[in-house]
């Protein structure tokens, strides 16, 4: 055995894993991207999938669902995270462990228990109507059903974003707010020149996370709405089930998996660009 080659023995069972679970998944789908796989066998023809997102209407409906609440739903959690970040951070706030495992404990519940809860709440008959004192039809309206995608969403993710925002606001040296405040600026200024500079780069990850997340939606969209009504909540991820799973056309289903990957790397290397950069 030559020297130094021991390290590469340890590493060889994750290598054969990763290669068999991982790489080979990876490449076989972008192969599947450019077949056909509605012939049999499949045949090799990279315009009938590509060439079909460009012309496909319910791809983009799916597309436009998606970044909608890509637009919305993202930056109204993330600034719920920072402020419920700030306050658990709060000296005056007592049995803060208890507060920070209440509002990261909606990440823990089971995606299926959960959404069946939030369609039952937005129910015709469910709290929701009860509480507003409405008598509206939530989940079968295209506005109505989205906004309880994008409620269910931030109440699920809001305080897993908090804690990470919590963890950054701890490592922000106290002499800064010492100097900010022998200057004599108010707590808002404090905020606003001191914290939110030095979160930065823990709010470009949670928004990097996020956006990923939020292009590859499935679970929500899915189980609470079926996708509908009609496709007013069907994202990229449940067009894609739909395609390689029930329409049995996983070369098309490869090919939008593919366009998922682009955006979210566009949309991460955008992010990093504008907001990565050092003062």
Do not use: H
Not at 155 to 160: E, M, Q, S, V
Not at 163 to 177: S, V
Not at 210 to 222: C, H, R, V
Request: proline content about 6%.
């Amino acid at each position: 055995m030559k020297p130094g080659t021991t390290p590469y023995l340890f590493l060889l069972p994750y290598l054969a894993v990763f290669a068999l679970f991982w790489a080979w998944p990876i490449l076989d789908s972008l192969l599947l991207s450019f077949q056909n796989t509605r012939a049999y066998p499949p045949v090799w023809d990279p315009g009938v999938n590509w060439g079909r997102i460009l012309r496909d209407s319910a791809f983009w409906d799916a597309l436009r669902n998606t970044l909608l609440i890509l637009v919305v739903q993202v930056p109204l959690m993330l600034i719920l995270a920072t402020a419920l970040a700030v306050a658990l951070n709060s000296r005056l706030l007592r049995a803060r462990g208890f507060f920070r495992f209440a509002f990261f404990a909606p990440v823990v519940v089971g995606a299926v228990a959960y959404s069946a809860v939030f369609r039952l709440l937005f129910n015709q008959n469910g709290a929701v109507n009860a509480a507003l004192g409405l008598d509206f039809n939530w989940i079968f309206d295209p506005v109505g059903a989205m906004v309880v995608i994008i409620v269910a969403l931030t109440w699920r993710w809001t305080g897993y974003n908090a804690i990470i925002i919590l963890a950054g606001l701890q490592n922000i040296p106290k002499e800064l707010y010492e100097a900010a405040e022998m200057d004599g600026a108010s707590p808002w200024q404090q905020f606003w020149y001191v914290t939110l500079p030095s979160l930065r780069p823990v709010l470009l990850f949670c928004l990097v996370l996020s956006i990923i997340g939020t292009l590859q939606l499935f679970t929500e969209p899915w189980l609470i709405t079926n996708g509908g009504p009609g496709t007013a909540t069907t994202t990229l991820g449940v067009y894609l089930y739909r395609q390689g799973f029930q329409n049995i056309n996983f070369g098309y289903a490869s090919a939008i998996a593919y366009v998922i990957t682009l955006l979210a790397l566009a949309f991460s290397i955008i992010q990093l660009r504008l907001f990565g950069r050092e003062s």
